[in-house]
């Protein structure tokens, strides 16, 4: 994993959230519809790229005995170490760039993993941050909520878009109720949501 370099500060990242094997290939909560998001992913990206804002990767990657499992059912997923916990093909070409970084979690949110949260708190004049990813209505409403209240709490000014069209669940025709709750709640809290027109 690449250590974070203090030398350069950002002042704005885009955040792809478990775009990895275990919510897209294979596993107990994979989900190959999840795979049509990734083309606007890319797009992002490389806006990102071009704009000289942060490139964030966040991986799903548990421990063999984390309690999530317990918590949703006691199915393991995306464990250290394998395949499942690694970032999908598409997106492996755009990690090795020096304004990429990747930050493991072992939970639904990812402002919990400790070294994203140290980069956010070093990362002092970040104030734009946009979001992509999975799960809708799990991950990314998890996460996006937590850097919210953390942004909030230190009264640091923050814009947070999260794109819809970058954005899906597994089981997501079925889980509806659960996505559109997930985006209410961020629409009500004063993320934006935004689309390619």
């Given at each position: 994993m690449k250590k974070v370099n203090n030398l350069k500060l950002y002042k704005g990242c885009l955040i792809i959230v478990d775009m990895v094997n275990g919510f897209v290939r294979e596993g107990a909560l994979h989900?190959?519809?999840i795979a049509k998001v990734i083309p606007r992913q890319?797009?992002?990206i490389k806006e990102a790229k071009n704009t000289g804002k942060a490139i964030i990767f966040i991986k799903d990657t548990h421990d063999e005995n984390?309690?999530?499992f317990e918590r949703f059912g006691g199915g393991q997923h995306?464990?250290?170490g394998t395949t499942e916990a690694e970032i999908v093909?598409?997106?492996l070409p755009y990690v090795e760039d020096e304004d990429t970084f990747v930050f493991e979690k072992n939970s639904t949110s990812f402002m919990e993993a400790p070294d994203f949260r140290k980069f956010i708190e070093e990362q002092i004049y970040l104030e734009e941050y946009d979001l992509a990813g999975c799960c809708t209505d799990i991950c990314d409403f998890n996460g996006i909520m937590g850097l919210a209240n953390y942004l909030d709490q230190w009264n640091r000014p923050h814009t947070i878009r999260a794109h819809e069209d970058a954005m899906a669940t597994f089981?997501?025709?079925d889980r509806q109720d659960y996505v559109g709750a997930a985006k209410?709640?961020?629409k009500q809290q004063g993320i934006q949501l935004v689309k390619k027109r």
């Open positions: 989900d190959e519809e890319i797009e992002l984390a309690t999530e995306c464990v250290r093909d598409e997106l089981a997501e025709k209410l709640l961020m």
